[in-house]
């Protein structure tokens, strides 16, 4: 993620999202037995810690891509993510250590003290210029914020928001989609800046705001007060923006760490965390 706004004031996440994930996954959501591992031998690979895999995110590790607070109770999307991958490499939850690294840091140049990182970092070419990422593990999607109680809030598929007044930013991946997925009756009101659109929503000036999926969590938290995620929707054609788990350049884990990813897409198990975590239960159902 570019994270615009984000990082301000996401404060909120921990209290905003933490009614909507479920009390208890921590089942559903540990590794893979190591022994049923595909991927490569962990006796092989070079790791920051001998016999130890070093993952990297922030702190605060906020809603719903980590809960509680707490990145090692494998419990919130990227959580998850991050011990299924460790599985598919061979590591059993007690060979897994966290380690706190800022935003920013995780993809600056340089020597990192993580075997790989995960905090919603978008894979950019800027960036695959200092670091190396894995083979993106969520595709980013659209989502459409909108004030609770008004009419746009009770949508619940992509056909309610035909006569819904729609915002989006102008020059972003939300305006293609509205265009090409949505499709209005009348066309979307563009704003030049995000700050301009939320305000809109705020004034009354629009119905609906149509963000991605990373962005709206942020709006309903700290930016506008009483809304809500209407739902999430695929904006297929054009490069897709995806999440990459960071290394640093040249690791000699990363056809390793591809291997896993690549093996937990197939078998669909990225999709049943990605549903688990990020649609219903944080208040994201998708609009079909």
Not at 121 to 139: L, W
Not at 192 to 220: C, S
Request: hydrophobic fraction near 40%; aromatic fraction near 8%; charge should be negative.
């Amino acid at each position: 993620m570019v994270r615009p706004l984000m990082l301000l004031a996401l404060g909120a996440l921990a209290t905003a999202t933490v009614a909507c994930a479920p009390a208890d996954n921590t089942a559903s959501t540990a590794a893979p037995n190591a022994a049923a591992s595909t991927a490569c031998t962990k006796d092989q690979l070079e790791l920051v810690t001998p016999g130890k895999l070093t993952i990297g995110t922030d702190k605060p590790a906020y809603e719903p891509w980590f809960k509680g607070d707490d990145p090692s109770n494998g419990q919130g999307f990227e959580s998850a993510v991050a011990y299924a991958v460790a599985g598919e490499m061979g590591f059993d939850r007690d060979e897994v250590q966290w380690s706190t690294v800022k935003f920013d840091t995780a993809f600056a140049p340089g020597e990192k003290k993580f075997d790989f990182d995960v905090n919603q970092v978008s894979i950019t070419p800027q960036r695959a210029g200092a670091v190396d990422f894995s083979k993106g593990y969520y595709t980013v999607k659209q989502a459409v914020v909108a004030v609770k109680g008004s009419e746009a809030s009770g949508a619940t598929t992509l056909d309610d928001l035909q006569n819904v007044k729609l915002g989006v930013q102008v020059g972003t991946t939300a305006f293609s989609a509205v265009q090409r997925v949505v499709r209005p009756s009348s066309l979307p009101k563009v704003y030049n800046e995000q700050i301009d659109a939320v305000n809109a929503l705020k004034n009354g000036q629009i119905d609906a705001l149509v963000v991605d999926l990373p962005t709206a969590f942020y709006v309903t938290a700290a930016q506008v007060e009483n809304s809500a995620i209407v739902g999430q929707f695929n904006a297929p054609g054009g490069k897709p923006e995806e999440f990459g788990l960071v290394m640093e350049k040249g690791s000699a884990l990363k056809s390793c760490v591809d291997k896993a990813v690549d093996t937990l897409k197939s078998k669909g198990e990225l999709a049943k965390i990605e549903q688990q975590w990020l649609g219903e239960a944080a208040g994201a159902p998708e609009l079909k």
